[in-house]
């Protein structure tokens, strides 16, 4: 879009769990996950939708991968305990429920990969487009891609003698997989395990037989899977020729299903496949590090925000409100892992901060100061900016967390006249002159918001006297 956004120097370090090759997106998980960092850091967002297009760009334009949208949709946008239905036209969403730990993914990694998914995936673009032609040109249609045909279509123009015995198995495997997708969705939202299974498995059949990206080793594991007591479903997953396979395992049944499958692997090519057992699980979000980190990780957040403040006084001070509002934003990434949630929780839902609990009184208090001050600056450097309405959330950010400062309920009330809600900056503003009547900046605050209620009164009379003239 040709946005520029300011990004501080940063060291970063990654660390995977995601195994390359296997089928499980580990390209669009780590440019997702680095996206998101990123947004922490700048305090830039993006919609989900672009944030994912724009994650398929870097891929296919930097890496030149001409990968689909599908992995840096499910990247972006996956919630705990769903799974993702995406209509790769419009980029609309439909979260399904898996059933709340009623069925659990289990994959397995065949630990082989045969280099062919680079080479053969242009190749399925072109058949598919090939047939997709051939349709149009049988029925004089004019169909976008080969999701607003049907069957019918496909073998109207094939037993025509249109299109190729190739592209039309390529049709035949898009048309009937879109087909399957719908129905998975009808079969889930009706807990209706069994016949998710059964298209999957028909699912993995298509791609085997009809796209033809499966290989041997990935089948075996298929069959395997298949033969055991408890698997509802099994498929290969990712671009193919090898990676892994998943399967739809009753809970129960886990721990044996894994072990089968191991002996018979190791048994028929002499090495072990790699199991991994999850739910459908969220996507790339802000993990606070503090909740991991030992004890004196929260003694070093304080150190940072500290720093961070002197720093952002320093830049306010040489009359740079932006530069300065850049290390104030910084502040409540740094320290927002040790504030605690009423009831005990950690903020943002997490669980209960082991960091949080660690802090002396003394540095509870400090925490808790830095994060009152931060918000209450950065409405100091809204006002400096006129950016009113960004400084009305700031001060309600630290009024709303408990600070009693006088400074935030002041800034508020000012950039609630500069919008001309008049009554709000009145309650603030008068807020104030109760804790301190002598207060010189309250009381000339306070005229100006009665100059602005009589000009709104004098608009307000003139607008009625038109209307009734």
């Not at 059964?198 to 395997?224: F, I, P």
């Not at 290969?236 to 020729?241: D, E, H, K, L, Q």
């Not at 790339?284 to 004890?295: I, Q, S």
């Not at 009024?399 to 006088?406: A, T």
Request: proline share 3%; glycine share 8%.
């Amino acid at each position: 879009e040709g946005k520029v956004f300011e990004c501080p120097p940063f060291c970063a370090v990654i660390d995977a769990s995601i195994p390359r090759g296997s089928g499980l997106s580990s390209s669009a998980s780590l440019e997702v996950s680095v996206m998101t960092f990123l947004e922490e850091l700048t305090a830039c967002r993006f919609k989900p939708e672009k944030k994912a297009k724009l994650c398929q760009a870097a891929e296919r334009e930097y890496a030149g991968v001409p990968c689909g949208i599908m992995d840096q949709m499910i990247s972006t946008m996956g919630k705990q305990g769903n799974a993702l239905m995406i209509d790769c036209r419009s980029l609309e969403t439909v979260c399904v429920s898996t059933g709340n730990g009623a069925a659990k993914i289990l994959v397995t990694n065949s630990m082989v990969n045969h280099n062919l998914s680079e080479s053969e995936y242009p190749q399925r673009v072109a058949r598919c487009q090939e047939a997709l032609i051939a349709i149009n040109k049988h029925m004089c249609a004019s169909k976008e891609a080969l999701r607003d045909v049907d069957m019918a279509a496909i073998d109207g123009t094939f037993g025509a003698g249109g299109m190729s015995d190739v592209a039309m198995k390529r049709a035949r495997h898009v048309v009937t997989e879109n087909q399957r997708c719908q129905d998975a969705v009808l079969a889930f939202k009706s807990r209706d395990y069994a016949t998710v299974g059964k298209l999957m498995h028909a699912s993995h059949m298509s791609l085997k037989d009809d796209y033809q990206v499966s290989c041997a080793e990935v089948d075996a594991l298929v069959d395997m899977a298949m033969a055991q007591e408890g698997v509802w479903g099994s498929r290969m997953t990712g671009a193919g020729f090898g990676g892994g396979i998943v399967s739809l395992v009753q809970p129960d049944k886990l721990e044996s299903v894994q072990t089968a499958i191991s002996e018979e692997y190791k048994n028929k090519y002499g090495m072990d496949c790699v199991h991994i057992a999850s739910d459908a699980c969220a996507g790339a979000r802000r993990v606070d590090m503090a909740l991991y980190f030992p004890d004196q990780h929260g003694g070093e957040c304080i150190v940072q925000a500290g720093i961070l403040k002197v720093l952002g006084n320093d830049f306010f001070k040489a009359g740079e409100p932006s530069r300065a509002l850049e290390k104030y934003n910084r502040i409540p990434l740094t320290i927002k892992g040790l504030l605690k949630k009423e009831g005990g929780g950690g903020m943002m839902g997490m669980p209960s901060n082991k960091d949080e609990q660690a802090l002396t009184d003394d540095e509870r208090a400090e925490v808790y100061k830095l994060w009152h001050t931060c918000h209450i600056n950065r409405a100091m450097c809204y006002i400096k900016l006129s950016k009113w309405d960004k400084g009305v959330e700031a001060c309600s950010e630290a009024i709303n967390s408990g600070s009693e400062d006088v400074k935030a309920y002041f800034r508020r009330g000012k950039c609630y006249r500069h919008l001309g809600e008049v009554e709000k900056a009145r309650t603030d503003l008068n807020h104030c002159a109760t804790r301190d009547p002598s207060d010189t900046n309250v009381q000339k605050e306070l005229l100006e918001v009665e100059k602005k209620q009589k000009l709104q009164d004098a608009s307000a009379k003139k607008t009625y006297a038109k209307m009734f003239k």
